[in-house]
């Protein structure tokens, strides 16, 4: 149906957004300016406490400073409610009191059909409910008591039955006077090939209502009471009112409790999401019977940022999520993600809320993996990766799937991540932090074993630092002090700082601040300590950092740049002491002399490479390398 110009201009302009969004938020009267139309409330639409959802009644527009939701007030009834553009806009009408356009007689046809179906659906769910109380669902009523449902959980979900026979349902929606083709239309009974009468589609099974975001009854699910039958559950067919591939159980009453700041948790079926509803864990959807598709996916994103999926612990569980990997990257972004929680072999969430209570489903759930995690289980488990083909092959695996990631930020995030689980699994130094890009420094880069390590880059051999020979944890101390006073400074060291790692917990904490670009407790208390320090506070690019941006530049990565010699010239003097036997042989004094030579040049960045001091320079180096090796020699254990 098509709408005339200015139709929804009046409509917004009739009706402030504060109105519509009020029925959902609880304002908050200090913060906002009601006399403005300027409203701050917690935000409907992710779990906070503070209240960051702003919504302008002038602009006629809200937005969100925490999960960046933002729109305009049929936006917020589509995304809020789950409603259809024109559903949304009838409902603002009525609002504004503005009768909607006229339909055309086929728009009109179309709403007075599904209304009709909504009627018959809704007399389905009363039959239902009835035959549960009856002696024919005696049978149903124990199973459900005996996988611990009571009675107002059955009265909540509006439970049902029925009864084993052919046309029960049919013959007594017909003799309430539907006519008979809305009985097939709405699923409810199908017609016999042979042209015969129509029968139920539903016999001997408990029955689940499944409805819409509205709330309104589309379809039913049933789970089969025979333990021979075909299908133990069965799901209505796709109609008018119900698209499978586009619909969620319990979708509006999990859109309630997300907005109340429950999680989003997305379980196998119907007695999963039932079982964690009662367990207090009520904002549990599930898919109808097949595997999520991508409507589904982007449903349960309107509703939450970051859904956790709860997977039966099974084999047939695991390929599920292994499934929703390849459908979730490409669309997966900021405010796009999924996380997962895979419940122990053998077990459902009623089996582990009964055996443990909901505490131990809530902290299953608290756990739960990020995506990023399941996609490395997926590449790496049960396989060896014991040749550079092997490891060229995850290499391109896992590139290709980051490849499907549209957003370049979270593109970035996942390569960094996955860089570090390569780190870890294929010869990283035990609680060393990996490089950023192994493209640039590789994955055995500056410290693999038997590597000489790498000179002070030129253009920073000429710094405030080289004038002196500070020990380690001073050095460690100006580089921190400089990237805190210099944040900008941090992206170009970031791989660097990330090798920093300081024995120290609180400086360790601070470096962990610096990169993510927040400041905790215990990085503040550092930072104190290490500013406190005179040596530090000497430094002009730290006393005013705004006027010394180039020479802290320059400082910074002469201070690393001896940082690390230092500590490659002592791991390869604790290396060079456990191989030496008698005399050391002409590889490792070549190594030691390597070592040597990289250390004295950040030490000493004024005897360059090609500078008149060549014969100087590498005088001091051989002295350096005669120290070290009188050093390997007092250190030798063969000694």
Partial sequence: MSLPPGFLDDLRARVPISRVVGRKVTWDLRKSNQAKGDWWAPCPFHAEKTASFHVDDQKGFYYCFGCHAKGDALTFLKEAEGLGFMDAVAVLASEAGLPMPERTPRDQARSDRRTELVEVMDRAVRWFRMQLQGGAGTAAWDYLAGRGLVPATLERFEIGFAPDQRQALFRHLVDGGVAENLVVECGLA????????????????????????????????????????????????????FD??????????????????????????????????????????????????????????????????????????????????????????PGQALRFALLPAGQDPDDLIRAGGPTAMRSLLDKAQPLVDLLWLRETEGRVFDSPERRAALDKALADAVARIPDPATRDHYSSALRRKQWEMFGGRQGAR??????????????????????????????????????????????????????????????????????????????HDLLSGTLSDTGRRALDAVLADPHVRALPAVATPNSFDDEAEAVLLNALDRLETKRAARQEITRAAAEIEGLADEGLTWRVTQSARARQQADHPALSDDGDLGEDRDALAAQLAEALRNEIWRKSPRR
């Fill in 244 to 333: 499978k591939g586009r619909t969620l159980y319990n979708i509006g009453p999990a859109r309630s409790a997300v907005a109340k700041g429950q999680m989003l948790v997305v379980a196998e079926g119907y007695m999963d999401v039932i079982a964690l509803a009662q367990a207090g864990i009520e904002g549990a959807v599930a898919p109808l019977g097949t595997a999520v598709t991508e409507d589904q996916l982007r449903l349960m994103w309107r509703v939450s940022p970051e859904p956790v999926i709860a997977l039966d612990g099974d084999a047939a569980g695991l390929r599920a999520a292994m499934r929703l990997i390849d459908l979730a990257l490409p669309l997966t972004g």
């Fill in 434 to 511: 990996p490089p950023k890009d192994p493209g640039k420094t590789g994955v055995r880069g500056n410290w693999r074993r038997g590597a000489a390590p790498q000179a002070a880059l030129p253009q920073t051999r000429a710094s405030r630092l080289a004038a002196t020979d500070p020990g380690e944890a001073l050095i460690e101390s100006m580089i921190l002090a400089l990237c805190a006073t210099h944040p900008n400074l941090v992206d170009l060291v970031e791989p660097r700082l990330e090798r920093l790692d300081p024995t120290d917990p609180g400086r360790a904490a601070l470096v």
């Fill in 190 to 241: 199908a017609r016999p090939e042979d042209g015969g009468a129509p029968y139920d589609r539903f016999r001997s099974r408990i029955i689940f209502p499944i409805r819409d975001p509205r709330g309104r009854v589309v379809s039913f699910g049933g789970r089969a009471m025979d333990p021979n039958a075909r299908a133990k559950y069965l799901n209505g067919p796709e109609t008018t009112l």
